[in-house]
């Protein structure tokens, strides 16, 4: 049985890992264009300190085309909730570091479920997009939930 430190070690290595989305490289080649990656976006829109990210373990469900084996935390796009101003909004931001940012059923699934976060708390939805369109190795399942 695997004690509480293990645990806790290992939510801490996926959380570290999400946070790098596609890869270090991919980061720095956003960076090489002049861009921000959707965490750095997310961070200089929100007060400081205040951003809780929902779902930032999920991944797809895509088993075809060599997609098994190439999956990334998080899934292409940011999802949670923070304060602008001390306000509460929900926020998305789409990874261009993940698959260019392109939606996927489980991607897709996120960006609903913020939107209906926001709208039974009666608050603001900050969608940042930066993506390629609907991820075409899931062909319509892409677009189920959009």
């Known amino acids: 049985m695997a004690k ?13 890992e999400s ?22 976006r997310i961070d200089k829109l929100l007060d400081p300190e205040s951003f809780v990210e929902i779902d ?12 098994e084996d190439k999956k990334f935390l998080g899934d292409g796009v940011i999802t949670g909730f923070g ?4 306000r509460k909004v929900f926020i998305f931001s789409q990874d261009f570091t993940v698959f260019s940012g392109s939606l996927s059923e489980m991607y897709g699934e996120k960006m609903v479920k913020i939107m209906e976060f926001a709208m039974e708390a009666g608050v603001p939805v900050i969608g940042i997009n930066s993506g ?9 399942k892409s677009l189920a939930s959009a």
């Open 4 to 16: 509480h430190s293990d645990k806790f070690d290992e939510l801490t290595r996926l959380r570290e």
């Open 19 to 40: 946070k790098l989305g596609g890869g270090e490289e991919r980061i720095k080649k956003e960076h090489e264009k002049g861009r921000f990656t959707a965490r750095e």
């Open 56 to 67: 930032e373990f999920v991944v797809h469900r895509e088993t075809e085309f060599g997609l």
């Open 83 to 86: 304060t602008i101003s001390g």
């Open 132 to 140: 390629a369109g609907a991820r075409i190795h899931e062909g319509l």
